[in-house]
């Protein structure tokens, strides 16, 4: 009998964490539509067509007049050397005719690229991989949703290019008919003005497509991130690390607070007891503090141990149920004791310090 191990596979239904989203961007895969790159390329060199068209127009037309109609020109064509020099001239023209509309264009894909995914570089995209050769996973992504739907795009982009060229051409074909009867100059313009009307309407047509476009590969992306809940587990212990080492660096942090708290014992004024349960270790310097700060406090074993440190060392040590439980549980270490406190702890202290024949 055989089992189908996809029947048991987890679905995935969680958002992409901060983290995945990162690794995916530095492995290449970004969110970016294609084709709202083509369609603001294909507007801005449209509108850059017809505001320099002008420029463009006179440029051509006068290497039309300088190497193709002048007999000067004509002259030039009996020696290799004067149709290699025409050559570079006209090449030159038209260069320096077409540049300027060039030169837009690529800022125009490099600023919509920038703004769909900012600057990234890697060289993974490009890396050898061997399921790329693998015919099967070929046959797969040959046969994949994401084919088809590029498919079908490319399709009706090409029926729109069709039906918006025939109708341009159907409306211009009485001009299109006199051409031969006009001068050059003419018949670029009116060219051109089909060329433009053409451009412009596939472009519009094109923007709107690529605002569909734009959600759906932002739809696709996300899809795509998705993860599990089981890798969601698997992704906060990899970052926050397995709780049996988070338990041990907690544990290590402890000692090492409990170790430094130990060491400030011998420099306290008193330690206040309950006398078994709580112990409280004060330290009273008016040059760095206001009002007495809690150096040590513990409970139970650890009270215990306070109390011995400090008998080691000569602190004084008062019992105080009252006090000492309230400054265990109002006080953190470090902390000045509150100043509901202040008229108890003074009279503690004053009476260490009587003892000791100092003021306070």
Not at 233 to 248: A, F, M, N, T
Request: proline residues 4%; positive net charge.
């Amino acid at each position: 009998m055989r089992i189908d191990l996809q029947l048991f596979a987890e679905e995935r239904t969680e958002k992409a964490t901060p983290k995945k989203r990162r690794e995916a961007r530095e492995r290449g895969q970004v969110f970016k539509s294609v084709e709202l790159n083509s369609a603001v390329v294909l507007i801005v060199g449209m509108l850059a067509l017809k505001f320099a068209s002008s420029f463009m127009l006179d440029k051509l037309y006068s290497a039309y007049n300088r190497y193709l109609h002048a007999d000067t020109a004509l002259e030039q064509l009996y020696t290799y050397t004067g149709v290699m020099a025409m050559a570079r001239e006209i090449m030159v023209t038209v260069a320096l005719a077409v540049l300027p509309l060039c030169g837009l264009v690529m800022l125009a894909g490099l600023a919509i690229n920038y703004w769909q995914v900012g600057f990234i570089f890697t060289t993974r995209p490009v890396m050898p991989n061997l399921s790329r050769i693998n015919p099967l996973e070929g046959l797969k992504r040959i046969f994949s949703k994401r084919t088809l739907v590029e498919l079908l795009k490319s399709l009706l982009k090409l029926a729109l290019v069709i039906f918006i060229s025939y109708k341009e051409f159907m409306a211009d074909m009485e001009f299109l008919a006199q051409l031969a009867k006009w001068d050059i100059k003419n018949s670029f313009i009116v060219v051109g003005d089909m060329v433009f009307n053409i451009g412009i309407k596939m472009a519009v047509v094109f923007l709107v497509l690529a605002v569909f476009d734009y959600f759906y590969q932002w739809w696709e992306y996300e899809k795509s991130l998705r993860m599990t809940k089981q890798e969601l587990k698997d992704e906060y212990k990899e970052v926050e690390g397995h709780p049996l080492i988070r338990s041990r660096i907690r544990e290590r942090q402890r000692q090492i607070g409990l170790r430094r708290m130990m060491q400030e014992i011998p420099k306290a004024d008193v330690v206040v007891t309950n006398p078994v349960h709580f112990a409280v270790a004060l330290r009273y310097d008016p040059k760095e503090h206001d009002a007495p700060v809690v150096v040590a406090k513990g409970q139970d074993y650890l009270a215990l141990k306070i109390k011995e440190i400090a008998k080691k060392h000569g602190v004084y040590i008062v019992e105080n149920k009252p006090l000492a439980q309230m400054l265990y549980k109002s006080t953190e270490i470090g902390q000045a004791i509150p100043p509901e406190l202040f008229r108890a702890v003074a009279e503690v202290l004053a009476f260490v310090y009587s003892m000791k024949g100092k003021r306070i």
